[in-house]
């Protein structure tokens, strides 16, 4: 056995070992995730491997309003957003692959220096790298490391870290998050039509600690080999991530409904418009039952989440 041949083989072990997914319908990354998983901008859907090792994708959208976990700001300076995201993916056997991503999400009111303008809100950017196992045609598994700044998981890191009179302030040099994900899912159809769940667990160690999760139940049914149609909802919640003195409570974080109707409008280009609902869970409307009856100068904003919003947008996506 060369040291090739060696280098593949640990490194499939060790995904077989730790996996837990990334994989969805059409071979869907889920990377936070958001998961994009409440507004389902960013599908990426990464060819079936052939004779290239490598696939990848990159993709461009716009959302009327910025979500993530579940939660999305009051503040209207995170509506209007611009998401843009460049996946890879390296079979090394038929089972195993190493995976790869950034994304930016840039909200039009900010600059793009990362700027929060007049705005409480920073633009996020995220990256993820990690190992992917497919076990059957049903059940694809991966495990992965997230990188993420900015944001909602930046801002829930160091909300209110340090106050004065004019509000909240953020402290830049803490603004991010490092986390471990392990994803799972589960295909109940081996055909284009039928049911789907993805189970989404990551462990956040700096510079919070703590777990957050995100779970979907989904049905796809291809209305033409050119058009199918999403409907998924999902459920954000947390445990041990928010301390006592934070404005957010642990448990149900956000809901939501969502609906896509990806176009695959050339061999490798596929357009995603989709319309998502978003619920307050009972641990995002802490935040602002605590900031309404919060008394203290820097309070002046009462309400951080928005209680429920709808969101519409549209993504395109080049596969090679």
Same mark, same amino acid.
């Given at each position: 056995?060369?040291?090739?041949?060696?280098?593949?083989? !640990? /490194?499939?072990?060790a995904i077989v070992t730790g996996g837990t997914a990334y994989a969805g319908t059409n071979a869907t990354i889920v990377t936070y995730q958001s998961p994009q998983p409440v507004s389902k901008l960013l599908v990426p859907v990464i060819p079936k491997a052939?004779?290239?090792?490598?696939?990848?994708?990159v993709s461009v959208g716009y959302a009327t309003k910025y979500?993530?976990?579940? !939660?999305?700001?009051?503040?209207?300076?995170?509506?209007?957003? /611009?998401?843009v995201e460049l996946l890879g993916k390296y079979q090394i056997n038929d089972k195993c692959a190493a995976i790869a991503g950034i994304k930016y999400v840039w909200m039009t009111a900010n600059r793009f220096d990362h700027g929060r303008a007049n705005t409480g809100v920073t633009d996020e950017g995220s990256a993820f790298i990690g190992g992917e196992h497919k076990w059957n045609d049903k059940l694809t598994t991966s495990l992965y490391y997230s990188f993420v700044n900015g944001g909602i998981p930046g801002? !829930?890191?160091?909300?209110?870290?340090?106050?004065?009179?004019s509000g909240f302030i953020f402290n830049s040099s803490k603004l991010e998050e490092h986390s471990v994900v392990a994803n799972i899912h589960y295909d109940?159809?081996?055909?284009?039509?039928g049911w789907f769940v993805n189970s989404n667990v990551r462990y956040t160690f700096r510079w919070m600690s703590g777990w957050w999760f995100a779970n979907t139940l989904g049905y796809q049914y291809e209305m033409t080999p050119q058009m199918s149609l999403v409907v998924s909802g999902t459920w954000n919640a947390t445990a041990g991530y928010f301390a006592g003195s934070s404005l957010n409570a642990n448990g149900t974080q956000g809901i939501s409904l969502d609906v896509a109707l990806p176009l695959k409008t050339t061999q490798n280009v596929t357009v995603r418009p989709f319309v998502s609902a978003l619920w307050l869970g009972n641990g995002g409307m802490a935040a602002n039952h605590r900031g309404a009856?919060?008394?203290?100068?820097?309070?002046?904003?009462t309400q951080v989440y928005r209680n429920?919003?709808?969101?519409?947008?549209?993504?395109?996506?080049?596969?090679?």
């Open positions: 056995m060369n040291y090739y041949s060696l280098a593949k083989t !640990l /490194i499939c072990t052939g004779t290239n090792p490598f696939q990848g994708s979500t993530s976990r579940g !939660l999305a700001f009051k503040d209207s300076g995170s509506d209007n957003v /611009i998401p801002s !829930l890191n160091d909300y209110g870290a340090r106050k004065d009179s109940f159809d081996k055909a284009e039509n009856t919060e008394r203290k100068p820097y309070h002046k904003v429920f919003t709808p969101v519409f947008g549209v993504n395109v996506m080049y596969s090679f």
